[in-house]
């Protein structure tokens, strides 16, 4: 129970690596710094960052987001760094940036949600809103979809990364169907959430 504690000085640390480096599907929670990159070339893809202090402890990199969802942060980036976001959702940031002087974040088809400080960045087609009030559902566990009926849907633009957009087709906004009753018999399952195969709905997706 680790409350609103976070622990670990960098969670994930790559120094002066000056290698190309591409993490995908990982979640972390409770980190104070999350991901601490100095020099290397970092692209994240399909992960969580939650709960924790600084989401992105950088130096000057190229650091590149997809689908990502970053939320209940003190502060999203810290130090200069050129950050390009697709598909990012960040939601409940006390900090966008450390300072207004950082380098540019770019972003597109990305939703910044409840952001209080130093919300500063370009793109297009993105959504911001100072509340959440009406822009997510909760389904179980998940607490991020999209709400039923949400503008955020076929918002986007495929003008994204190549892979990405063909990942995402593979993805949803939709939240998952909760089987109520008892499975008595062999059933066989199969994929109940529609899937983002046609215009990219804004936003992380799942």
Known sequence: SPGTNTYGARVLDFGSN????????????????????SGANVTLSHSQISKSAYAFWLTPVSFKLRNVLVHDVSTAFNY??????ENVTFHRIGTFKSSNSDRVVFLTNSLVISVTNNL???????????????????????????????????????????????????????????????????????????????????????
């Open 18 to 37: 000056t290698n190309l480096i591409d993490l995908h599907d990982i979640r972390i929670r409770h980190g104070d710094k999350c991901i601490a990159v």
């Open 80 to 85: 200069p760094s050129t950050n390009y976001c």
């Open 120 to 206: 500063v960045f370009q793109g297009a087609n993105n959504y911001t809103n100072l509340t959440d009030t009406g822009i997510f559902q909760t389904v179980g566990a998940a607490t991020h979809y999209l709400a039923s009926g949400s503008t955020n849907r076929d918002a986007g633009t495929t003008n994204i990364n190549a892979t990405l957009l063909a990942d995402l087709k593979k993805r949803t906004t939709y939240p998952h169907v909760v089987l109520t009753a008892a499975i008595t018999n062999d059933t066989t399952l199969t994929a109940q959430a529609q899937r983002d195969t046609d215009t990219p709905d804004l936003g992380y997706h799942l």
